[in-house]
């Protein structure tokens, strides 16, 4: 009678268990930059906080948010620094997801809100809201909302050519966003002086007097579009495989591109009915997070630290490195700038 061993595929097992280790390995990269990034972020925080021509150490910026400061050193800290800092990190954090949606479901590394045009979009909703309504602040987010998403419909079906191309998408959207732009100077050129000088300074993209009550809205509607963003993470990173990969895991994936899109674009209107379009940090924080973590995709945690950190970092360049503060719009076209110099000649060269 013969017994009839199981057959046992060695090299099968070996190259799953190898694969399991490097997902595991990999996942715990991603965990150790983000909680590094989290402790640069927090490193530059307090030093904003400390910075300026009241000088403070760490001492009493911790006891002033803890609350046991008082008097002046509580108001320079929790009045006057606490929320430009507080805008920089939720609205860095902000671009740098959106900056991410956009690059992982155009599966382009130029694909960025601000060169296809949706900043620019937003921008004229809150422009056609300060010059001609008058608005309060809540009106201001309602109208870079609709201008962001009625640019998104408007690049997307100019692009649309039996069905959508990403580098075609982001061509249309430069083309856009150059159209955008003279109607934003035309608005300006047509108000009042003093509306169109607070107009140009906020078109730079700057978080000088940013307000609590800007600091609270803007991040309860970062926070709701950061959790959908969360929710919509796993498909968006399985229609990097590819749309019909994607639906054959069981992703519904016409409703989940759509809120993807959505979610990115009022990510990108939240900031700029808040602190005029910061550019350029939605571009630059995906890559240098996938880059760090070493990814094989677009991840979403690590991009909104380095969003957050880069606008930081570029706000507190900007105001201590001149004489007169200056928008922290200048600071990251300076640094984002290079990097898109780069990465156009690297694509430039990969397609060539």
């Known amino acids: ?31 150790v930059v983000c ?7 927090a490193g530059t925080a307090v030093l904003a906080l400390m910075t300026g021509s009241y000088g403070l150490n760490p001492g009493q910026v911790l006891s002033a948010l803890t609350g046991r400061e008082t008097g002046i050193v ?20 902000a671009l740098g997801v959106s900056g991410a949606i956009f690059q992982s479901l155009l599966r382009n590394p130029l694909a960025d809100p601000g060169i296809m045009g949706f900043s620019q979009g937003s921008y004229s909703g809150a422009l056609i809201v300060i010059l001609v309504v008058n608005g309060t602040y809540a009106q201001l987010v309602g109208g870079a909302l609709l201008g962001g998403m009625a640019t998104a419909v408007a690049v997307y079906v100019l692009a649309y050519r039996r069905g959508v191309q990403g580098f075609r998408l ?39 007097g940013v307000s609590w009550d800007q600091v609270v809205i803007g991040g309860a509607c970062v926070a709701v579009l ?28 016409s409703p989940a591109r ?31 997070g996938r880059r760090l973590a070493r990814t094989a995709g677009i991840t979403l945690a690590p991009a909104a630290l380095v969003g957050a950190l880069l606008c930081l970092a570029s706000d507190y360049v900007a105001q201590h490195v001149a004489p007169t503060p200056l928008p922290v719009g200048i600071i990251t076209v300076v640094l984002g700038g290079g990097y898109l110099g780069y990465l156009l000649f690297t694509e430039a060269r990969r397609r060539l």
Not at 5 to 28: E, N, T, Y
Not at 77 to 93: K, N, S, T
Not at 233 to 252: C, F, K, T
Not at 265 to 271: C, H, K, P, S
């Open 170 to 208: 982001i061509v249309v959207g430069i083309g856009v966003s150059a159209m955008l732009a003279s109607l934003n100077t035309w608005l300006i050129l047509q108000a009042d002086l003093d509306q169109a000088m607070s107009a140009a300074a906020w078109g730079a993209g700057s978080l000088n």
């Open 35 to 41: 909680a590094v990034l989290a402790v640069a972020v």
């Open 1 to 31: 009678m013969s017994t009839h061993m199981p057959r046992v595929d060695f090299g099968r097992r070996v190259l799953v268990l190898r694969h399991r280790r490097i997902a595991v390995r990999l996942q715990w990269r991603s965990v």
């Open 258 to 288: 759509l809120g993807l899109i959505l979610v990115g674009v009022a990510l990108t209107a939240t900031v700029a009915a808040a602190s005029g379009p910061i550019a350029f940090i939605s571009l630059v924080a995906p890559q240098i």
């Open 226 to 253: 950061l959790l959908l963003a969360g929710v919509l993470n796993r498909p968006m990173r399985q229609m990097e495989l590819g749309d019909d990969a994607a639906a054959s895991q069981g992703v519904r994936v």
């Open 74 to 93: 509580h108001d320079i800290v929790v009045e006057w620094r606490l929320p430009r800092v507080a805008a920089a990190l939720v609205f860095g954090a």
